[in-house]
């Protein structure tokens, strides 16, 4: 019973690891692509001009970084029916969590306040600020899937006596 239960959270760590990826590997597309401006001259607007959105970039790249480490991790662990390191993959998946929760936190404050200075100026930003809050919620929706995934780590780890 207890070896079909690794098994089934291996499995379902698997599935997490592989969506937390595609979410943040879209999140990183659409903040990557976000300017307003015309092509034709340089009073382009990127998101690299924001700080906040530079420090949302930072998170998903290591937010990727960690996951396919750990996406390999996990696939090399179901394929050998063994436990790595289960104190890595709490760890590391609470403090990736908590990574990622900030920089999504730090896209939409800084969303909501571009959204507000530019709806007082009238300049039509919609497009900017769209592909900004959908990049943060992404963001957010791999904090919560990481997030599940150290409650799925907690019960892996050796049980004190």
Do not use: C, H, W
Request: charged share 15%; hydrophobic share 55%.
């Amino acid at each position: 019973m207890a070896q079909q239960a690794t098994a089934s959270s291996r499995i379902a760590s698997l599935i997490l690891r592989i969506l937390t990826f595609i979410l943040l590997l879209i999140s990183l597309i659409v903040l990557a692509t976000n300017t307003i401006g015309s092509s034709d001259d340089d009073s382009k607007v990127r998101f690299t001009d924001f700080y906040a959105y530079r420090y949302m970039l930072a998170t998903i790249v290591i937010g990727i970084a960690y996951t396919l480490l750990q996406l390999v991790l996990t696939i090399f662990n179901i394929v050998r029916s063994g436990d790595s390191m289960p104190f890595l993959d709490f760890f590391g998946d609470k403090f990736i969590s908590y990574v990622l929760a900030t920089g999504a936190a730090a896209g939409f404050g800084l969303t909501v306040d571009l959204k507000r200075l530019m709806d007082a100026s009238e300049v039509d930003t919609l497009n900017f600020d769209d592909k900004a809050f959908a990049s943060a919620s992404l963001l957010l929706l791999a904090f919560v899937t990481t997030a599940i995934l150290s409650i799925i780590s907690a019960y892996t780890l050796p049980k004190r006596v």
